[in-house]
């Protein structure tokens, strides 16, 4: 029977600050951008902290013991769990799919959701674009014309979105985001507000692949499906369920029985305190249950994010 609890990777970023730390990691810097909470990527890979693998790495494991995954075939393992605290704004972006990116970068594809865990008054964020042929996109930003280009707007706390691959997104500044994605650190930069490093340098931008990449028109993604349902002492809530990924958000007051019928599921407590299996989880406390766990037992007061293939 396995969890595996996760020693998380932190990132220093151009736009980070201090909300991470403020969210409770003591390991975060004034200037962490991102929690690697569960990741085999090869940029951050996470080391498993308790039991027989203590110490080794979550893409060791996955290596070495598919099995514990459901003996499930990909080369690499699929998913990737972040917290992003975004000080200042991040770059305007896209990512590719995974022909794309098997083709150029030898990576998967990014399709990737957000979860707005907290967020100042005024919070915005950037998701997809007015463009209504790729003519269209390639002319505004020849012109560096994005605040006629982007669709902005305010977000507030417990908003949920979901990015496929081929949108032009950012996060902005005051956003605490949860964040699951597939297993790639492929970005391309279209629009870096013309920022400097403390050298004076602007960020790499990859106008060509982005411009390749974007979809155009841009679509809302659909998710009218949402299904929220009472469980033993709570709520769990499908935010999305895709080709990619699904997650469930569970609001618990007391204890639950989880069952586990996937290969695996990447369990992240978002708010408040509890046990898991009788061991001690808080906020920020991020876990692998592997296949060979079938039910896990949940009790506290806290917000769960699960997230399986
Ligand atoms: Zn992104």
């Known amino acids: 029977m396995e969890i595996l609890f996760l020693n998380p990777v932190f990132k220093e970023a151009i736009w980070g600050g201090k909300l991470l730390k403020e969210f409770g990691y003591e390991q975060a810097t004034d200037k962490t951008g991102e929690c690697w909470g569960i990741s085999a990527h090869k940029s951050g890979d996470c080391t498993i902290s308790n039991g027989e693998f203590e110490g080794k790495t979550l893409s060791w494991v996955y290596e070495n013991h598919r099995e514990l995954f459901g003996n499930i075939q990909d080369n690499i393992f699929p998913l990737l769990v972040k917290i992003i605290g975004a000080e200042d704004d991040l770059s305007i972006q896209v990512h590719p799919n995974d022909e794309y990116a098997a083709l150029h970068e030898n990576s998967l594809g990014k ?26 996109l390639v002319k505004a930003i020849e012109n560096d014309d994005y605040d006629h280009l982007l669709n902005k707007f305010d977000i507030k706390k417990g908003d949920f979105f979901y990015i496929p691959s081929g949108t032009i997104h950012a996060i902005c500044k005051g956003s605490l985001i949860y964040e699951a994605q597939q297993s790639s650190d492929i970005t391309y930069r279209v629009y870096d507000y013309h920022r400097k490093d403390k050298d004076g340098n602007e960020r790499q931008l990859h106008v060509k692949q982005s411009i390749d990449v974007t979809t155009v028109p841009y679509k809302p993604y659909d998710l009218a499906k949402q299904v929220e349902e009472t469980i033993e002492n709570g709520t769990r809530k499908e935010l999305v369920s895709s080709n990619y990924l699904t997650l469930n958000k569970y609001d618990m007051t007391g204890y639950n029985k989880v069952k586990n019928d996937k290969p695996f599921q990447l369990v992240s407590i978002i708010e408040g305190q509890g046990t898991v299996e009788g061991k001690e989880v808080k906020k920020g406390d991020h876990f692998v249950v592997c296949s060979d766990q079938k039910e896990v037992d949940f009790d506290g007061t806290m917000t769960v994010m699960i997230c399986t293939l």
């Open 111 to 136: 399709t990737e959701c957000w979860y707005v865990l907290d967020c100042k008054e005024d919070t915005k964020m950037v998701m997809g674009h007015h463009a209504k042929t790729k003519e269209e």
